[in-house]
């Protein structure tokens, strides 16, 4: 497994691309051939600076919402038991919906010799418990270059994300999806700075080599070739990863998705106004040559208009085209 951070995975993908041997490098898939040069710097230039917005947005939303991850949250509704019926033993509203085959509640005859839950029980304290059946997690990984620790019934309380032990969730709130806002505007921006949604040679292919992918178990247990036609392929399954392994639910995902979708094209609107230089001065809305107070008030006078203080021309005068003002503030023209 690499050890990039999700951004750091979206420039991977960048170098790949462009060392396809079919990419030409067209700013936006138009214009003249650049030299590597000039278009490496530029690319890196664009998808830095948008997964930089991408970090001040999500993490913004994420101090502001302080959002349980689900370990936090699976746990705590285990410990307060089932509440799919009142009439069953350790009944709570907050407790867990019981799903045959997924989550159950011990009961003495589940919890019999050779039963599927003998051997989550140690005491009668055990009987009435929440079971899941799940990934057993670390404790069952010794050497991680030969052990798989495998799905089993687990007790719920207990239920580990399928991650490594020291790094089980990030300390930090669940909504919304880092993952899902960097990967939705990274593909957004790639697509404009290649000018097309598809890969080169309309395919992006990488390989999970059988036992040499995995850093916490061994695995995969065979080789998995990962394929996408589009950066928006790519971006969906980097989304899907963070549920399949228990990091975010669903409701971290989409709205992360939909950040990304705003995110990544302003970000490259912004990187090209820097390539082609700026008409004016960004941000001098009154024309006196300095961005002040009586631009500010055009902004405010502007808002949810399509013209007046509309800065990165998305066609609405908004917070983003504030922050473009307050981002260049005071500069003299």
Not at 29 to 41: A, I
Not at 193 to 210: D, I, M, N, Q
Not at 225 to 252: E, F, K, M, N
């Amino acid at each position: 497994m690499s050890d990039e951070t999700p951004p750091g995975h979206w420039f991977t993908l960048l170098n790949d691309v462009m060392d396809h041997p079919s990419f030409e490098r067209k700013l936006g898939g138009e214009g003249p051939v650049l030299s590597e040069l000039e278009f490496d710097v530029k690319a890196y230039f664009a998808l830095g600076g948008c997964m930089h917005d991408v970090a001040i947005t999500a993490w913004g939303v994420k101090g502001y919402y302080d959002y349980v991850r689900p370990v936090s949250v699976v746990r705590w509704m285990a410990q307060n038991g089932q509440r799919t019926s009142p009439f069953l033993p350790n009944y709570s509203p907050q407790g867990l919906q019981i799903i045959p085959g997924l989550i159950e509640q011990i009961t003495q005859a589940s919890a019999a010799p050779g039963e599927r839950h003998n051997h989550l029980v140690s005491s009668s304290a055990d009987i009435g418990k929440m079971a899941a059946f799940a990934w057993r997690g670390p404790d069952f990984i010794n050497d991680p270059t030969i052990d798989t620790a495998g799905c089993d019934w687990i007790l719920a309380e207990d239920w580990w994300p399928y991650q490594r032990p020291s790094f089980v969730t990030p300390n930090f709130a669940g909504y919304v999806s880092g993952h899902s806002t960097y990967s939705r505007a990274a593909a957004e921006l790639l697509t404009l700075l290649t000018g097309s949604p598809y890969f080169p040679g309309g395919l992006g292919e990488y390989v999970a080599s059988r036992n040499n992918f995995l850093v916490f178990e061994k695995g995969p247990s065979t080789d998995v070739t990962l394929q996408w036609v589009s950066y928006r392929d790519a971006s969906d399954q980097c989304s899907l990863s963070r549920i399949w392994g228990g990091i975010h639910p669903i409701a971290d995902d989409l709205p992360g998705r939909l950040m990304g979708l705003v995110i990544g094209p302003q970000a490259y609107d912004l990187a090209t106004q820097y390539f082609d230089g700026f008409e004016g001065c960004l941000g001098d809305l009154n024309g006196d040559n300095e961005v002040n107070f009586s631009d500010l008030q055009v902004v405010l006078s502007a808002w949810g208009l399509s013209d007046g203080g509309d800065l990165n021309e998305d066609g609405e005068t908004d917070f983003s085209d504030l922050q473009i003002l307050l981002s260049t503030w005071d500069n003299d023209c």
